[in-house]
């Protein structure tokens, strides 16, 4: 999003501000990749400061004897009388349904999201006779810039109220299922043009 709303080639976008003899005429995408490279680097400074989240507990005999009765609820019955002969014994991680389901989960939505974002810009940008929208690269980066934009302020503001009331996993399904008939709509925003193309791409973006 970011190096599309930066602008490719900002020499032949922007000639009053960047010289075509300059370094950002000689190499195009150096600016973008800038912009980017700055704020990785922020972020990874930023993280030295950024607290641990795990939880802190008080230690005590009484806390010690919860968390030992603890573990002893989480470990299996059997697995606990193999460890007490053999401390090499380990339960199998791929027979953890609960931890594999989510992995499942989120390997198929990062796919979805990955195979989106890279095959979004192509179809934008393909030509109507090859079932594209024909539309430029400033148009493109607006869009994204308008879908990034709301997306951080959907997930800032909105989306933990909606956790409150659905939970993490109503919302997942009910995301899931709306992501069908939206993906399903995409051939047809090749008949629209103007106005309603710009409302209808950000909207389902």
């Known amino acids: 999003m970011l190096t599309l709303f930066l602008r490719w080639q900002p020499a032949e976008k922007y000639p009053n501000i960047f010289s075509p003899d300059s370094l ?10 800038l912009c980017t490279s700055v704020f990785a680097a922020i972020v990874l400074i930023s993280c030295i400061w950024m607290p641990e989240t795990l939880h802190k507990h008080k230690v005590s005999d009484d806390g010690n004897q919860s968390v030992e009765a603890l573990e002893a609820h989480l470990i299996d019955p059997k697995e606990e009388v193999g460890q007490s002969n053999s401390s090499n014994t380990k339960k199998s991680l791929f027979k953890n349904w609960p931890l594999m389901s989510s992995i499942i989960v989120y390997c198929v939505f990062s796919f979805h999201d990955m195979a989106y974002t890279e095959v979004f810009s192509l179809w934008a940008e393909s030509d109507r006779k090859y079932g594209g929208l024909s539309l ?62 710009s409302i209808v791409l950000n909207i389902a973006s």
Not at 25 to 31: A, N, T
Not at 147 to 170: C, D, E, N, R, W
């Open 24 to 33: 950002f005429g000689r190499f195009p995408y150096f600016l973008p990749c």
């Open 136 to 197: 430029s690269s400033e148009d493109v980066g607006q869009t994204l810039a308008i879908t990034g934009a709301s997306l951080l302020v959907y997930q800032l503001f909105m989306y933990p109220s909606i956790i409150k009331v659905l939970g993490p996993i109503k919302s997942s399904q009910i995301a899931a299922v709306l992501c069908i008939p939206i993906l399903f709509a995409y051939p047809y925003m090749t008949y629209l043009s103007g106005p309603g193309l």
